[in-house]
């Protein structure tokens, strides 16, 4: 499971098409629908909000509406509680790195448009942009990110 701390235009079709999938899953976690994936360390930091599910909403609210300006067609009402506004998730700058440089790596082998778009809009930024409601604060990647990484 990945959800992104990245804005999703960063993301390919491929990975907007995941991210909405993941994010579904999520939600279904976070709403007690499934008991797969529950202890995952990406849910976290929904798991930590005051309103885990509205959180949730949110996100996949804003996965939505990065479809639909490319033309897809994600079912809305597939999303629980689409909450309008959240109260912020801090995510440090560290972790945006991380991500950018995973998701550097994945697109430049399945579309290599996007990514020399994206590798174009990360030269004019000294830290990529968040997902809109990540607040980026100062700090290294996240230890489940460095967990992951040694297996």
């Given amino acids: 499971m990945r959800l992104w701390s990245l804005h999703p235009s960063y993301l390919d079709s491929t990975g907007l098409n995941a991210v909405w999938r993941e994010g579904l899953l999520a939600q279904a976690v976070l709403l007690g629908r499934t008991t797969a994936r529950r202890n995952h360390s990406q849910l976290h930091r929904f798991q930590n909000h005051e309103k885990p599910a509205s959180a949730i909403g949110f996100y996949l609210l804003k ?4 479809a639909s300006s490319r033309g897809y067609h994600y079912k809305r009402v597939k999303i629980a509680f689409p909450a309008e506004n959240i109260k912020h998730i801090e995510g440090t700058r560290g972790q945006l790195c991380y991500e950018w440089d995973t998701l550097m790596m994945r697109q430049k ?3 290599s448009r996007k990514s020399e778009e994206v590798v174009t809009l990360k030269q004019r930024e000294i830290v990529p942009t968040p997902y809109p409601f990540f607040v980026g604060i100062e700090g290294e990647a996240e230890p489940w990110e460095k967990l992951h990484q040694k297996i």
């Fill in 63 to 66: 996965i939505l509406e990065e």
């Fill in 109 to 111: 082998t399945r579309n």
